[in-house]
């Protein structure tokens, strides 16, 4: 439901003689034509700016209605580097050239407590999103958060109701709903507006589950604070493959690791399971029973809902929908149909038709002005990933599991039921 918009317009009113300090003077104190005034500026700070965090920053910094405050990274290169691409932006709007403004953090927390930020962009490794949200909700920060939402199962229960209780506005990174030419909102509305019939099967092809973490130690970088980059993550030694040195163009290997992630299963499963669900409409729910393939195959696993659809793991990477008059095929940059005729025949006036968001980044910015649920919130952010945990613990334990959506939870399998969440190391805790 929406929510007075009180905080924003108080907090970036008071404490104006700080706010200049750490904010910096020469962008606030003349905004250039056409820009949002000083106090009508959403203002960000970014937790993670690897290769993903870092994009994150770029596309924010060309929102006018944003300013950019504070930068959070365990890499010092790393957050060093992205306040340069903060300052060197606003440089440009001010007259003498040169800006300083944006704050540098080691520890995420010291950022979630200054009063100058209003909102977060969360671009950790996947086991950090959880305690990220967690502690930013509390902090009474807006939050954009990456997907895989969540590490485990239950991770999701308590972002959910730790938004809810904050009543924080709250993006999933799952751009496929806002981006890439709209043909994933065009596949949505054409399986909802039955165009293929009945629908029966949906196959997504990503990557298989993650395995364990066997990679040999190294001697940590100077300026890696490995520790808090492990977090709640079991202790062991550092790894490059697992945090790069210094300012990295790849996505980095923990995505493999069960340690740190869901496995390519998850990485790219949270966007095309999103687009699944989204189209059964079953994005706030989930399936009754999983089924994994038959052996040690990674690929071939099949949930089944209560509808009697069957979304199955495995096949051409994307999204397939199988109708009784048709199908459906969808991933970026590519649509198609057999029959052709079914995409070939637009939408009529009547039909339905899903929210229209052309940018995921405007999309979020919007909803936290207006106090209004954008396009993926943390319960569809939270549903979607739940699919990959279910499928990774079908692969994991390599039996028929019957699944409760409503109480998430495997009815009478205490074995099961272990896989849903995990202790976290040390001080971490949820």
């Known amino acids: 439901m929406p929510v007075p918009s009180v905080r924003l317009t108080?907090?970036?009113?008071?404490?104006?003689?700080?706010?200049?300090?750490?904010?910096?003077?020469?962008?606030?104190?003349?905004?250039?034509?056409?820009?949002?005034?000083?106090?009508?500026?959403?203002?960000?700070?970014f937790i993670g700016v690897g290769t993903m965090g870092r994009g994150h920053v770029g596309r924010f910094l060309g929102h006018d209605d944003v300013q950019v405050v504070a930068i959070s990274d365990v890499v010092a290169e790393r957050a060093d580097h992205a306040r340069q691409q903060v300052e060197s932006k606003y440089a440009e709007a001010v007259k003498s050239g040169k800006y300083q403004g944006c704050a540098v953090h080691n520890d995420f927390r010291e950022l979630l407590a200054r009063e100058d930020v209003d909102a977060v962009v969360i671009a950790t490794p996947d086991h950090w999103h959880a305690l990220g949200c967690v502690?930013?909700?509390?902090?009474?920060?807006d939050i954009y958060c990456e997907k895989p939402l969540t590490h485990t199962i239950a991770q999701g229960k308590k972002i959910i109701a730790a938004v809810r209780e904050h009543k924080i506005v709250f993006q999933t990174g799952s751009q496929q709903r806002s981006e890439f030419g709209g043909l994933f909102r065009q596949a949505v509305d054409y399986v909802r507006n039955g165009?293929?019939?009945?629908?029966?099967?949906?196959?997504?092809?990503?990557?298989?589950?993650?395995?364990?973490?066997?990679?040999?130690?190294?001697?940590?970088p100077a300026g890696t604070d490995w520790n808090l980059w492990l977090g709640p993550a079991p202790e062991r030694g550092y790894n490059e493959i697992l945090c790069p040195r210094g300012v990295h163009k790849h996505f980095p290997a923990w995505r493999n690791y069960r340690e740190y992630a869901g496995g390519g299963l998850a990485d790219m499963g949270a966007h095309h399971f999103d687009i699944a669900q989204w189209a059964m409409k079953t994005d706030g729910s989930g399936p009754v029973e999983i089924l994994p393939?038959?052996?040690?195959?990674?690929?071939?696993?099949?949930?089944?809902?209560?509808?009697?659809?069957?979304?199955?793991?495995?096949?051409?990477?994307?999204?397939?929908?199988?109708?009784?008059?048709?199908?459906?095929?969808?991933?970026?940059g590519k649509i198609e149909s057999m029959p052709a005729s079914i995409l070939e025949t637009p939408l009529a006036e009547g039909d339905e038709r899903v929210e229209l968001s052309t940018d995921h980044a405007r999309n979020w910015l919007d909803a936290i002005r207006t106090r209004q649920d954008p396009i993926c919130t943390a319960e569809i952010g939270a549903s979607s990933a739940a699919i990959c945990h279910l499928a990774n613990i079908g692969y994991a334990l390599r039996r028929p599991?019957?699944?409760?959506?409503?109480?998430?939870?495997f009815p009478t399998d205490s074995e099961a039921n272990k896989l849903l969440d995990y202790e976290m190391r040390g001080e971490w805790k949820l």
């Open 10 to 45: 108080r907090r970036t009113l008071i404490q104006s003689a700080a706010a200049a300090t750490l904010v910096g003077p020469a962008i606030l104190s003349r905004p250039a034509r056409g820009q949002a005034a000083p106090s009508e500026r959403i203002r960000l700070g």
């Open 135 to 141: 502690a930013a909700a509390r902090a009474k920060k």
């Open 195 to 220: 165009r293929i019939g009945k629908l029966k099967t949906v196959r997504v092809g990503v990557g298989g589950p993650p395995v364990p973490c066997d990679l040999p130690d190294e001697e940590t």
């Open 293 to 332: 393939p038959p052996g040690q195959a990674t690929s071939g696993l099949k949930m089944i809902y209560a509808s009697g659809i069957e979304l199955f793991h495995g096949g051409r990477s994307g999204c397939t929908f199988e109708g009784t008059d048709g199908t459906l095929y969808v991933d970026r």
């Open 401 to 409: 599991l019957k699944w409760n959506p409503e109480k998430q939870e």
